[in-house]
């Protein structure tokens, strides 16, 4: 089966540094994406693992340890139009589908 | 022009009815995917398409079809719609299989739906 975990709700003060945990255990592993969705909005990517390690990609960067079934997602110099939920999903062996986990609701606060 | 369109964008509808929310794109890509939000529960998939001859059922697909009319179009029926398929559904696209690269999915904007 699959099962990825994240937490529920975070809050964080503007232009401090947060990390966002992701845990999975799935049928395969081919990749695991981080999407972005503001409230009533469309998810849009913005990043994607394959192998171990650290990803950087401006404020933003996403690590993935395989091993360990974990990854994270880290924001930096938050602001506060970084308000919104945060979509951890792994890309397994079933066909070409993702699997989602729950969102973890961003709050920023001033 | 956005690549990935929904319409609806909203509708109430009673229980019962017959309701078809439909998804194109003009990124021309072969994959297309329904989903349906619900708060805290994420992203579940209702069915999916890789072309125009290939429907699959996803994680939770009763209560639901769906229909592939061209490899731009891909339209989910709820053929008696009840209360607790009221939620936010999303279509999606891709255009890589896996191991070929990012298998990113791209989202139309979103329909919300209540049967009331």
């Known amino acids: 089966g699959q099962n990825i975990d994240q937490p529920t709700e975070m809050t964080a003060t503007e232009g401090a540094i947060v990390q966002i945990n992701c845990t999975y255990q799935?049928?395969?592993?081919?990749?695991l994406f981080w999407y972005q969705q503001h409230a009533g909005e469309a998810p849009t990517f913005l990043s994607y693992?394959?192998?171990?390690g650290l990803e950087e990609k401006g404020r933003f960067s996403s690590f993935l340890s395989r091993s360990k079934g974990y990854s994270y997602l880290l924001l930096k110099e938050l602001q506060m139009k970084d308000s919104a939920s945060y979509l951890c999903?792994?890309?397994?062996?079933?066909?070409?589908?993702?699997?989602f986990g729950g969102g973890t609701r961003l709050m920023v606060k001033p | 022009d956005a690549d990935v369109t929904q319409t609806p964008r909203n509708r109430i509808t009673k229980t019962g009815k017959r309701i078809m929310l439909e998804c194109s794109q003009t990124?021309?890509?072969?994959?297309m995917y329904w989903y349906r939000q619900d708060p805290g529960l994420g992203l579940r998939l209702i069915y999916y398409?890789?072309?125009?001859?290939?429907?699959n059922k996803g994680e939770i697909s009763d209560g639901y079809s769906v229909s592939r009319q061209a490899q731009a179009k891909f339209s989910l029926s709820l053929e008696s719609a009840i209360p607790n398929q009221t939620a936010l559904y999303f279509c999606?696209?891709?255009?890589?299989?896996?191991?070929?690269?990012?298998?990113?999915?791209?989202f139309g904007p979103g329909t919300r739906l209540t049967v009331l």
């Open positions: 999606a696209t891709s255009d890589l299989g896996a191991g070929q690269g990012s298998n990113e999915q791209f």
């Open positions: 398409s890789f072309d125009v001859k290939d429907i």
């Open positions: 990124k021309g890509h072969d994959r």
């Open positions: 799935t049928s395969g592993f081919n990749g």
């Open positions: 693992n394959v192998l171990d």
């Open positions: 999903a792994v890309h397994g062996n079933a066909g070409n589908m993702l699997t």
